[in-house]
């Protein structure tokens, strides 16, 4: 069964203390993976996607990667207004269509 | 701007009351999903529209429909809202395969 996991679920972090959101998956034949911000009461905001093992996108202080079993989501001094959730998604070759499967996300607290 | 909208931001239903929520999109995208996503869960596809077919996700209850008239709309309609049907409903767009999802806002229902 195609998966998608998020760790860790909540992630505290102080102004400028860098850290990493990890994503595992499993999917039998990877289309593609795409990260998601999503602020409370709103929809998913598109960050990045992904579609082969050792591709690293960037943008401000947001980094990610992808291995062949997991993609990494690197904050790089991060500021309170980064504070967010994070949703990996996948879409594999099995799936009708570009259905994604979300994983339940990282909730990212940035205090000043 | 808002390239896909959705309406209302916020629902009140009744126990088994039908309501419906709308999605609209400005951006021609041929592809258009339902998610649902409840409290500290992963978004939930309910079904897809790729131009006018309709496909299903295989546990979306039968309480779930959904209509497309044209590129730009599309329709949720809950028949019986349920307790367990209270969530937020994600509309999100997708022009190919392989792109990202655009997602709205979202519609917040909740159920007395």
């Known amino acids: 069964e195609d998966q998608v996991t998020q760790s860790p679920e909540a992630l505290r972090l102080q102004e400028g203390e860098s850290s990493s959101l990890n994503c595992s998956y499993t999917?039998?034949?990877?289309?593609?993976l795409f990260w998601y911000r999503q602020d409370p009461g709103k929809g998913p905001e598109f960050l990045f996607t992904?579609?082969?093992a050792g591709e690293e996108k960037e943008k401000e202080r947001l980094k990610a990667t992808l291995t062949k079993k997991e993609s990494f989501l690197h904050i790089t001094a991060p500021k309170p207004e980064d504070s967010a959730t994070y949703l990996c998604?996948?879409?594999?070759?099995?799936?009708?269509?570009?259905?994604?499967?979300f994983g339940k996300g990282t909730t990212l607290s940035v205090s000043s | 701007d808002a390239m896909v909208i959705q309406n209302p931001r916020y629902q009140v239903t009744q126990f088994g009351k039908p309501v419906t929520l709308s999605c609209s999109q400005t951006l021609n995208h041929n592809v258009m999903y339902w998610y649902q996503q409840k409290s500290s869960q992963a978004p939930k596809l309910l079904f897809h529209?790729?131009?006018?077919?309709?496909?299903n996700e295989a546990d979306t209850p039968d309480n779930f429909q959904s209509r497309r008239p044209n590129t730009s709309f599309c329709f949720l309609d809950i028949r019986s809202p349920g307790l367990g049907d209270a969530a937020m409903y994600l509309c999100a767009t997708t022009g190919s395969t392989n792109q990202p999802q655009h997602f709205g806002d979202g519609t917040r229902l909740s159920i007395l």
């Open positions: 529209y790729y131009d006018k077919d309709f496909n």
């Open positions: 992904l579609y082969s």
């Open positions: 998604a996948v879409q594999a070759s099995n799936q009708a269509g570009t259905a994604l499967i």
């Open positions: 999917v039998s034949g990877l289309r593609g």
